[in-house]
């Protein structure tokens, strides 16, 4: 069974930095997949939003809001990805998701829009003034 657990999450002032990790537990990649992995963050009262998507050739795609202070990565395991957050500031405090689809998928539209099979619980950022 498959699961995303996320890390990372915590408080930090504005200004400050912060990197999420994501893990496929369960999980072991293979030469022939095609993933696609995503960040994505919902805000109290505020509809859920994408921030960033890679590939497993390491193609990534960012909201326009995002670009600019967010990074996503992996690592060579393909099974772990990050978020790394700078510039913070308290409008980012939200619940951070990372989200997967696993196998012979591409990143495009439809899994920018959150069409990903697995999703991790969630890890709150809070960004003090």
């Known amino acids: 069974q498959i699961q995303l657990v996320e890390s990372g999450g915590g408080s930090v002032q504005a200004g400050g930095s912060l990197r999420l990790s994501c893990t496929a537990s369960g999980y072991t990649y293979s030469p022939y997949d095609a993933n696609c992995m995503g960040w994505f963050r919902q805000a109290p009262g505020k509809e859920r939003e994408a921030i960033a998507t890679i590939d497993s050739d390491g193609k990534t795609a960012y909201a326009d809001s995002m670009k600019g202070r967010f990074t996503i990565s992996a690592d060579d395991t393909k099974v772990t990805w990050y978020l790394q957050m700078s510039s913070l500031k308290p409008e980012d405090t939200a619940m951070y998701y990372c989200?997967?689809?696993?196998?012979?998928?591409?990143?495009?539209?439809?899994?920018?829009?959150?069409?990903?099979?697995?999703w991790g619980k969630g890890a709150l950022v809070t960004i003090s003034s």
């Open positions: 989200a997967a689809d696993l196998g012979i998928v591409t990143c495009g539209e439809a899994k920018f829009a959150g069409g990903m099979d697995y």
